[in-house]
Every structure is written in structure tokens, then in C-alpha cells.
């Protein structure tokens, strides 16, 4: 599945060339020319990375930066920098911020793909190793082990599929469409009772110390991973 970025420009040259340079390398270009458009990007399936714009109309990048570093959905997608802005004191400033990476204006669209493809390439690498820990939940991805004051629980890698997805997503509900098409993909046919069957083994799993209750129903929905319960 091509990586969807989300180009943030105002100036529609600039955002068009964008937009073809990343087509032509096999990514998915999503736009947005303005500040209040770009916030409104910010649904699932969320970009796989940002590319952004200093000045905005209706705010700044740096104020989009504070944005989405404050929420937890979207506080780990990466950002680049996309600016005529290069005096050291911005680029600092941007990446103390949170970018993770600052590129700028006039620019050379190889070294621009050159250095996406790198923050590609390390957010995937942090992202494989980072182990997850909720209330003495911990989830090791680069083991692929589920444990609980030091025992590993015995999971399926469906239910270590699921339980990842809802751990790196807590208190959001996902209805049983959602599930299916975030963990088992949208060019699978899986019955939506299946989801069910997944949640019954993997709470079944999650019995020791009372874990299985993060995980809750909500009817009429779907499921939500929840600390508070």
C-alpha cells in the first residue's frame, strides 16, 4: 500500500508540483492550502507523513506542529519542514518543535525524496522495535511478546495483531468495518462476526489481572481500548 503524505501549501505551484514529484515516486499525496484545511486531513487512515508549510493562512506551521504533538492519534506521524524560512534560528526552533526534519525553498525534488525516504525509513525502525506499556501491559513488537508481570501470554498473531492496533490507538472507539480494514486489510474478505470471535480470544488471553476490561464494547459501535474502566 502506497504511503500517504499530506502536502500543506498555499501556494498552489508549488503544492501541484509537490503532489506529481510524489506520485511519480509511489507515494499517495493527500493537499491541503490552508491551516483549518490541514486540521481536517487529520482523520483515519492518518498521513504516513507531513510535509509542511511555515506560513499558512488562518495559522502557522509551527502552530500546526503544537497541533498534532499534543494529541495522541496523530502526535507520531512524522513532519518535514517545506520552507523559504532558513535562517538557523527557524530551523531550530522547528525542530525542537517536533519536526523531523527541515528542508528549504528552492529545494531539489531528488534530495527532497532522498530525505523522505529516510525519515521513512527511521520512523519504521522506531516504530518495529517500540515496545508499549499500559498498566503493566506490555507489548514487545520486535519480539512479537505479550507479557504481564513477566509472563508472556500465549496469543495468536491475529490477537497480537489486534491488541497492537488497539493499544497504539487508546480511548478511541473502531467500529467492526474499521477493525477489519486496519488490521486485516481492506483486500481480505473477513466476515464482520469475525471481529468477535477475535475480541472473545483475545480477552480470554487478557484475563490475568483483570486486563480483559481495557478492552470494551460499545454498544451500538464497535470496540474501544480503554485504561479506565
Known amino acids: 500500500m502506497a504511503k500517504r503524505i499530506l502536502v500543506i501549501e498555499d501556494e498552489a505551484p508549488i503544492r501541484e508540483m509537490l503532489c506529481f514529484l510524489l506520485q511519480k515516486n509511489g507515494y499517495q499525496p493527500l493537499e491541503a492550502e490552508n491551516y483549518d484545511n490541514a486540521v481536517a486531513c487529520l482523520t483515519e487512515p492518518f498521513p504516513d507523513l507531513i510535509l509542511l ?14 497541533y498534532i504533538k499534543h494529541a495522541i492519534l496523530t502526535r507520531d506521524i512524522p513532519v518535514m519542514m517545506l520552507t ?11 525542530l525542537e518543535l517536533g519536526a523531523d526534519d527541515y528542508i528549504t525553498k528552492p529545494f531539489s525534488p531528488r534530495e527532497l525524496v532522498a ?24 507489548l514487545d513488537p520486535s519480539s512479537h511478546r505479550v507479557m504481564v508481570n513477566d509472563q ?20 478511541r472507539v473502531y467500529s467492526r468495518e474499521q477493525l477489519l480494514n486496519y488490521v486485516w486489510g481492506t483486500n481480505v474478505y473477513v466476515e464482520d462476526r469475525t471481529v468477535d470471535v477475535h475480541i472473545r480470544r483475545l480477552r480470554k488471553v487478557l484475563e490475568t489481572d483483570g486486563y480483559d476490561k481495557m478492552i470494551q464494547t460499545v454498544r451500538g459501535t464497535g470496540y474501544r481500548f480503554s485504561t479506565r474502566y
Open 53 to 66: 508549510d511555515w506560513m499558512l493562512p488562518g495559522g502557522s506551521g509551527i502552530q500546526f506542529i503544537k
Open 84 to 94: 523559504a524560512r532558513g535562517e538557523e534560528e527557524d530551523r531550530v526552533r522547528g
Open 115 to 138: 530525505r523522505i525516504q529516510a525519515v521513512m525509513r527511521r520512523i519504521a525502525s522506531t516504530a518495529i522495535e517500540k515496545v508499549i506499556e499500559m498498566q503493566g501491559l506490555i
Open 152 to 171: 508472556v501470554l500465549s496469543m495468536g498473531p491475529t490477537e497480537f495483531k489486534l491488541l497492537h492496533f488497539f493499544m497504539t490507538r487508546p480511548e
